[in-house]
């Protein structure tokens, strides 16, 4: 697994029918039985949740392992019963894409009682005894935050002046937008200018990401310089708020996100978008490895971490035939 983390993305994704082609599940395979996943999902909030759902499914089949898949629609409650439900059906593993935080300490107690290791995927949580679950595999959203920051020093290091931005949050309490929020404000901090004059959360939604922006729009108007969406569907739904407002997306107002999903890359190369920080949704091949060891006992690192890069619109049009969702 460590040397997997030192690979590029693209080496990763390259190696990925590789993976899928091996089965680490030795044990049970060689006994005949079958690996059983239960995976307990957030939602379809995002193009990027839809692309690791997709990941997720398609890396279980490929490993001919039996997924039992739950969509949450964005409730932590589904979540819970659907961990529940997978512990009295005694599955082998439980996937966890916790919607927040906080609120797991005792059903993650019961999946521990019941000797079912639990993987945490996409989302990381908070809880008094962390030996309840067994590895997080995902990103590192702090960076991501600070590279979302980084990028905009870099773009307007030319200019005078205060820079405002308005910030739309993900979903209150999870781990994505407490963290891309800390590892922005850390690196901009340094540098007062750059003010955060407006900061909401529009749940991850392109719906949301337009409705919020509207608001920030009628109550700052020609004031606001910068937009830091913490995914790409919430940038994607301001950018018609902006249009709709008679201004220029990634001209008048710059538009920053987060995942670098396809509809970013689109909106890059129309030119109303100016760069998106990517976040790896293509976490299967790695479950499936993680979740076959975990299963047979094997003890794992607390984070395999997904490698990323940024995309500023630049490079957009060069790099949209690479990518895969
Ligand atoms: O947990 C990852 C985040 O969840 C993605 O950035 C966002 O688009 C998704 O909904």
């Known amino acids: ?5 030192r690979r590029t993305f693209a080496a ?3 190696s990925a029918s590789l993976m899928l082609a091996w ?22 909030e995002s193009e990027w949740r839809t692309a690791n759902t997709e990941s997720v499914k398609a890396a279980a089949s490929a490993a001919g392992y039996e997924l039992k898949f739950s969509d949450a629609q964005q409730k932590q409650e589904n979540q819970i019963k659907a961990i529940r439900s997978f512990i009295a059906q005694k599955v082998d ?5 916790p919607l927040v935080t906080t609120g797991w300490d005792t059903v993650l107690r019961e999946a521990k009682a019941a000797k079912i290791p639990v993987i945490l995927e996409s989302r990381s949580v908070v809880v008094k005894d ?36 308005v910030e739309l949050q993900g979903t209150v309490g999870s781990d994505p937008a407490i963290e891309r929020k800390k590892g922005f404000e850390e690196v901009l901090k340094a540098n007062p200018r750059y003010k955060i004059i407006r900061s909401q959360t529009a749940d991850f939604t392109r719906a949301k990401g337009k409705e919020v922006m509207e608001a920030f729009l009628k109550a700052e108007g020609k004031k606001i310089n910068v937009l830091y969406a913490h995914n790409d569907d919430m940038a994607i739904g301001a950018i018609q708020a902006i249009e709709e407002a008679g201004l220029k997306p990634a001209k008048d107002v710059l ?20 760069v998106s920080v ?24 607390r984070w395999i971490k997904s490698i ?4 500023p619109a630049e490079v957009a049009a060069k790099e949209f035939p690479n990518r895969k969702y």
Not at 263 to 268: C, D, Q
């Open 1 to 5: 697994m460590k040397s997997l983390q």
């Open 12 to 14: 990763v994704l390259a």
């Open 23 to 44: 089965s680490p599940f030795a044990h049970a395979q060689a006994a005949g039985k079958k690996l059983v996943i239960g995976f307990a999902q957030t939602g379809a």
């Open 93 to 97: 593993v439980i996937i966890l894409a």
């Open 130 to 165: 962390p030996s309840t679950w067994t590895t997080f595999v995902g990103s590192d959203f702090v960076e991501e935050g600070r590279r979302a920051a980084q990028w905009l020093l870099g773009h307007t290091k030319n200019t005078t002046g205060d820079v405002n931005i």
């Open 255 to 274: 538009v920053i996100g987060v995942d670098a999903v396809k509809g970013a890359f689109e909106a890059m190369i129309a030119g109303k978008m100016n």
């Open 278 to 301: 990517e976040c790896n949704p293509l976490l299967g091949p790695q479950l499936m490895e993680a979740a076959a060891k975990a299963a047979s006992g094997q003890t794992l690192p």
């Open 308 to 311: 990323e890069g940024v995309f």
